[in-house]
T-cell receptor, first 115, second 109 residues
Framework: ETGVTQTPRHLVMGMTNKKSLKCEQH?????MYWYKQSAKKPLELMFV???????ENNSVPSRFSPECPNSSHLFLHLHTLQPEDSALYLC??????????????FGAGSRLTVL | GQNIDQPTEMTATEGAIVQINCTYQ??????LFWYQQHAGEAPTFLSY??LDGLEEKGRFSSFLSRSKGYSYLLLKELQMKDSASYLC??????????WGAGTKLIIKP
């Protein structure tokens, strides 16, 4: 256990479904992140929240919608996804996103398959 | 543009030493990170270097040369459990992490 918990661990959905990924951190960190990890590709930053405010949105398609109701919880709402969105979605948290030694603590990820 | 290069895959023998290289190009520089990721698990932090030189943590060491835009992760006395992917990430002047695609390390008995 890393202190960052993601659910579900596996998700299969059709292109017309709506689903949500959940992330919870028990570390008292101030920032939370969503990353997309595809095989043999670098991690892609999707969203960053600092103190519950979104500070980064790396041109992610609108079919991905984040929500951060408090500093411990982060959601990624999924709607009308495409097969190329199939990937591992990693949540992470950190103490200070504008610090050099900003160590990320990751969850184990949610493996998403879009049919 | 910003870029991180590291080998896709390496193979080493149990008990041996392996060095995983990483070259980086970032807009400004606020440090270089290494993470370990076992299959199906979360990436976990290994090391952070911001000054030139070698940092040692038990069997793992990380080296940085800022003038060369180069880092390596050195793993000694390899164990089967070291089989994992090793992710290199450079931090730019805006504190953004630029990630490499990861190096899959295979340890053979």
């Amino acid at each position: 256990e890393t202190g960052v918990t993601q659910t579900p661990r596996h998700l299969v959905m059709g292109m017309t479904n709506k689903k949500s990924l959940k992330c919870e951190q028990h570390l008292g960190h101030n920032a939370m992140y969503w990353y997309k990890q595809s095989a043999k590709k670098p991690l892609e930053l999707m969203f960053v929240y600092s103190l519950e405010e979104r500070v980064e949105n790396n041109s992610v398609p609108s079919r991905f919608s984040p929500e951060c109701p408090n500093s411990s919880h982060l959601f990624l709402h999924l709607h009308t996804l495409q097969p190329e969105d199939s990937a591992l979605y990693l949540c992470a948290s950190s103490q200070d996103p504008v610090s050099g030694a900003n160590v990320l603590t990751f969850g184990a990820g949610s493996r998403l398959t879009v049919l | 543009g910003q870029n991180i290069d590291q080998p896709t895959e390496m193979t080493a023998t149990e008990g041996a030493i392996v060095q995983i290289n990483c070259t980086y190009q970032t807009s400004g520089f606020n440090g270089l990170f290494w993470y370990q990721q076992h299959a199906g698990e979360a990436p976990t932090f290994l090391s952070y270097n911001v000054l030139d030189g070698l940092e040692e943590k038990g069997r793992f060491s990380s080296f940085l040369s800022r003038s060369k835009g180069y880092s390596y992760l050195l793993l000694k006395e390899l164990q089967m459990k070291d089989s994992a992917s090793y992710l290199c990430a450079g931090m730019d002047s805006n504190y953004q992490l630029i990630w490499g695609a990861g190096t899959k390390l295979i340890i053979k008995p």
